[in-house]
């Protein structure tokens, strides 16, 4: 299988938070599953963490090599894919992220229930 990790999933991964459902843990420690980052989850993380919004423990870098998470760059094809997405949610983030999903024909996973009424397959986090 084929995931992508949404902003809270990541850094649960990383906290070892036991917020992580174990589905969602199950397939992340599943070596034969890809597992990939986008930039755009980096992107939020920087913008909340100087607004004094979050606050991340450790190395971000660190951590997806250390998971062996690969990262997923967005392209233009990503950026465009947006106003094509119905507007059920407006967080430019969250939208970014369905969009790479649905192009690249990755399945969520996260904890937003409004990712289920995008056409995109999500596993619960």
Known sequence: MRLLLDTHTLLW???GSARL?????????DGRNEIYVSAVTAWEIAIKSSLGKLRVR?????????????????STRHALAVRDLPPHNRDPFDRLLVAQAKLEGLTMVTRDERF???DVDYIQA
């Open 13 to 15: 991964v990383f906290d």
């Open 21 to 29: 459902s174990p589905a969602a843990a199950q397939a992340v420690a």
């Open 58 to 74: 450790g190395d971000y870098e660190r951590g997806l090599e250390e998971y062996r998470f690969r990262e997923l760059q967005i």
């Open 116 to 118: 289920g009424e995008y």
